[in-house]
Nanobody, 125 residues
């Protein structure tokens, strides 16, 4: 069975950094597009970043461009999201998702078939 699990969230002060991890079982992440999303209470889900299946090309949402970096470690079957210079508006539940339908970034969240449970990131002083 396919399982996607995020970890690495927590409480951090503005300007700090966190690295989120996406671990998968039952699926090889290097063969599929993987994305990061976030959602804060009362707000719409936001596309954060995506890494494509074939050429490892990446995309970033405007709100995180230059601060966040997505990467993949195929040997460990892991995808990471390095988050630097965190801001209070980054506070949200962050989700990792895997898309087996389309290879290239970006696509709508509806194309992702497997989602993790989410990990909470809170940026506050």
């Amino acid at each position: 069975q396919v399982q996607v699990v995020e970890s690495g969230g927590g409480l951090v002060q503005p300007g700090g950094s966190l690295r989120l991890s996406c671990a998968a079982s039952g699926i090889a992440l290097n063969y599929y597009k993987t994305g990061w999303f976030r959602q804060a209470p009362g707000k719409e889900r936001e596309d954060i970043s995506c890494i494509s299946a074939n050429d490892d090309s990446t995309t970033y949402g405007d709100s995180v461009k230059g601060r966040f970096t997505i990467s993949r470690d195929s040997a460990k079957n892991m995808v990471y999201l390095q988050m630097n210079n965190l801001k209070p508006e980054d506070t949200a539940v962050y989700y990792c998702a895997v898309d087996q339908t389309y290879n290239y970034c970006p696509t709508a969240a509806e194309t992702y078939g497997f989602w993790g449970q989410g990990t909470q990131v809170t940026v506050s002083s």
